[in-house]
């Protein structure tokens, strides 16, 4: 399934082969956020004010088919590696077990983005969360970035550094050295100044070489936490109800060409309630939390803002490719299980406006945020493993594309070798590597040779191979296989497997391989 509006695929063609012409190879930048949903930006549908990265989208390539691996670590994993999940060493999450697939931390048979740009000369810098090995060992300086500020860890306070589970500890790094945080500290911000630092240095000390910044930030990831200012432009703004935001966002959807204008929205979850079921206290205490989390994002593309008026100031912005996405759809999980502290727990119940609270938006809020689209983050339906995802740069991206080619992390890799002119090795630092599994993106875009190929995910048991319009999906623990026409069907409601048992053989085949060829250990037989 492929649908380039606003730009013909002849378009394209001639805009890339003008781009090959460039001698200067781009700075890049890939930007990453943390458990956003699918409809949560303005130019995907979202009431939310996201002016700069929606005008980043006006001005270059949207893709609305491109997928993360439904999960932060595995999808880190997959991005920074061009490989799947498991191949890199992460099918699940950083807990260490005896599998080379699930060992918890980046293997060294996989090169990361950094480690291969930086053999093509560019300047490698991040910043924000890293949750890829907790282990010094396995921190970015030692996985190719030149310097490093931010999380090491999955999650943490906004305005501190505060564990949340028992016996928990968690790095704020500089470098090589843990840190502690400045007053008046809110990671978003200084995830971004901590960059332009770098880049300031880079482009001082080094102005003949390309940079390579990745920006992995917390935002929205749990706990709800945003400055005063930016809470006070949403605070009742959502009190019309889960149902009225949500149908407002998908109408946007089909203004934009996001989704077909003959979809429909499909009914919530059964166990979400109608709005009108709510008391008054319920309904404000939701807002809220809205308010927080639309805050979260707003400040984000504030800082977005930021950094792209830093680059023109430097006169690096038509030089500079931007990549823009989520590591997985939005989060139903909510902070009031056994696990979290007692502090934590209590501080859950505190209003998500308050700068010590620690409380999550849960399924309603993220029902909102995946419009239209089924299930959440750990899941492999469409809500889960969708992401909007923008690609800018005035040199390299064609402007005011709208694609509906299947993508994927994997494909990342490939693209940033091309448009770096580098070379992927088959040994690195006297290990062998793995070879990449995705496609540059300029050849999906381009349609240049790219035949239809099978996607496919496993996190925890849930499984599902996604290849032209169909996509088959086993939801753990449910032995069962569902099938689906996306192409008419991407809200996933209508299992087709009875339907076309051929249709489900033949991709069942493709995938069973697949798992075989990754490593992928039945979950069940996974230790704890």
Known sequence: MKKITHIVGAAIAIFFAAATQAQQRPNIIVILVDDM?????????????TPHLDSLAKEGTIMTNFYNAARCCPSRASLLTGRYPHQAGIGDMMNKRPFPAYQGFLNRESITLAELLKTAGYG?????????????????????????????????????NRPYR??????????REKVEVPANYYSTDAYTWRMIDFLETHLVEKEDQPFFAYMAYQTPHWPLHA??????KYKGKYMEGWETIRQRRFDRQKELGIIPSSASLPENDEDIPG???LTWAEKV????RMAVYAAMLDRLDQQVGRLVDFLKAKKQLNHTIILFLSDNGASHETIDHDGFTEEIQLANNFPASHPESFTAYGKMGAAVSNTPYRSYKHWVYEG?????FIAFGPNHIPKGAIVETPAHLVDIMPSLKQWAKANYPKRHHNQQIGEMEGTALAALWNNSGVEE????????????????????VQAYPDKNWQLYDLQTDRAERIDLSSKYPKEVQSLLKEYLAWEKRVGVIPYEQLSK
């Open 166 to 175: 028992k016996n928990q500890k968690l790095s704020i790094v500089l470098d």
């Open 37 to 49: 949903g699918y409809s949560d930006l303005g130019c995907f549908g979202s009431e939310i004010q």
């Open 124 to 160: 490698t810098y991040m910043t924000g969360k890293w949750h890829v090995g907790q282990d010094s060992i396995n921190w970015p300086l030692e996985r190719g970035f030149d310097r490093y500020y931010g999380l090491i860890d999955g999650a943490n306070s906004y305005f501190a």
């Open 453 to 472: 190929r099978a996607i496919c995910f496993e996190h925890e048991g849930n499984k599902t191979i996604r290849k032209g319009r169909w996509k088959l």
């Open 285 to 288: 205490q939701w807002d809220e």
């Open 275 to 277: 709005w009108d079921k």
């Open 384 to 388: 889960g493993n969708s992401t909007s």
């Open 227 to 232: 400055r005063p200012e930016e809470i006070l």
